[in-house]
């Protein structure tokens, strides 16, 4: 009987072994007092819009754990994960910033979404990690929170990006950055100026070098960032949604979905 049994094991062996298991990513939204209600949950504790989208286009892909929670984290917790993903805002409380840093560092794979660029300004070395800060948004208005831009290609051959041609049009929160240097990152995605009022007083880049997406390197690790993200439209865009998905596989260094 022991044979039988073992017999079997090794039959179906082979077939265990080909369902590896998915990639753990860690989600970590919470939007302080900002105005990113696409991550904030209701009050009863739903899953936000960005929560149930980001489940979503994970299946099949990585193994998601959701938190709102900072205490997740944590130096010893980190260890767990392949990749973690911020849509954060201001200072979520909790998080062990140096931690973090140092994880990503010894070769963690890190993604910021939108205002996450907007987290622990004065925390110069997330900033320096995640590769610039948020600055404003010279064309938001109260009536039209949504601008229409153009957006330019940078780099087609990005796994987050080979699927969006040479450029196009786009609806979403659109930022202006500040202590960014392009020499310091592998520029995947700008606004095309031909498609801003530039003479808006808020718009201070005198250079015109309006980043959208990046990736970089940050001591063993890498590091993925993209500026959309702000409200359900984007989410549910198939653009957006492969956009991310690879951006996160390139950062983990894996094998892109498909």
Do not use: C
Not at 76 to 97: D, H, Q, S, W
Not at 112 to 131: D, K, V
């Amino acid at each position: 009987m022991r044979r039988v049994f073992l017999l079997v094991l090794a039959l179906a062996g082979p077939a265990w072994a080909a369902t590896p298991a998915l990639p753990k990513v860690l989600f970590f939204a919470n939007p302080m007092r900002s105005d990113n209600d696409v991550i904030r949950r209701s009050p009863v504790g739903e899953f936000s819009v960005a929560e149930r989208h980001f489940a979503a286009l994970s299946q099949g892909v990585f193994d998601v754990t959701m938190t709102q929670d900072g205490a997740e984290v944590a130096r010893e917790k980190l260890p767990r994960y392949r990749a973690v993903v911020f849509f954060t805002a201001i200072n979520p409380p909790g998080v062990e910033i140096d931690a973090l840093l140092a994880w990503v560092r010894a070769g963690g794979a890190f993604v910021g979404i939108h205002s996450t660029a907007n987290t622990y300004q004065a925390h110069r070395g997330f900033g320096e990690m995640l590769g610039a800060n948020y600055d404003r948004r010279p064309w938001r208005t109260a009536e039209h929170p949504q601008t229409k831009v153009i957006i330019r290609v940078d780099d087609p051959t990005h796994p987050a990006t080979r699927h969006l041609g040479r450029s196009f049009e786009f609806v979403d929160d659109i930022y202006q950055f500040k202590n960014f240097d392009r020499a310091k990152v592998q520029l995947l995605l700008s606004l095309d100026p031909a498609g801003l009022d530039l003479a808006q007083p808020k718009m201070n880049r005198a250079d015109r070098d309006l980043p959208v997406a990046w990736a970089r390197s940050f001591g063993e690790g890498r590091v993925f960032y993209t500026a959309l993200g702000d409200w359900e439209p984007t989410w549910t865009d198939p653009r957006y949604r492969q956009h991310l998905t690879q951006g996160i596989l390139w950062a983990m260094n894996a094998t892109a979905a498909p």
